[in-house]
């Protein structure tokens, strides 16, 4: 009779796999996003996805500058927009995602990607915004 006690860990639900998986995943995505950049340096979505690495990893600075850069090189570039304003939720700029979440809507006002967006994030004050 196997006890729990005398069971071999099964790698493949712990967290350790998980988070193994992630950096992984992370790592690839980098990989293959500063690829795409090299290969095309105007690729807008490349920079977004770069920006998302850095996100996940903490490095807000490194983050904004690449959702910037991918709005700068497509200015109608709604998931670039939303991604930028998370970000700067996240470092604490709420004045500046409200702006970006509302150019998102400027492109696309029916979009479902920014319909979630038509309210403040749960932390802002609603006296603050009006959209």
Do not use: W
């Amino acid at each position: 009779m196997i006890t729990s006690s005398t069971r071999k860990p099964d790698l493949r639900e712990g967290r350790d796999f998980r988070e193994l998986r992630n950096l992984i995943f992370r790592f690839r995505s980098a990989y293959f996003s500063q690829l795409a950049i090299k290969q095309n340096p105007l690729l807008a979505e490349a920079y977004s996805n770069l920006g998302n690495v850095y996100k996940e990893r903490g490095q807000l600075p490194e983050a904004l500058e690449n959702y910037k850069h991918a709005v700068r090189l497509k200015p109608d570039f709604i998931d670039g927009y939303i991604n930028l304003a998370a970000a700067l939720v996240a470092a604490g700029d709420m004045e500046q995602a409200v702006q970006a979440y509302v150019t998102a809507l400027q492109y696309n006002p029916v979009s479902s990607m920014t319909v979630q967006c038509r309210r403040p994030p749960p932390s802002c004050s609603t006296k603050q915004f009006s959209l």
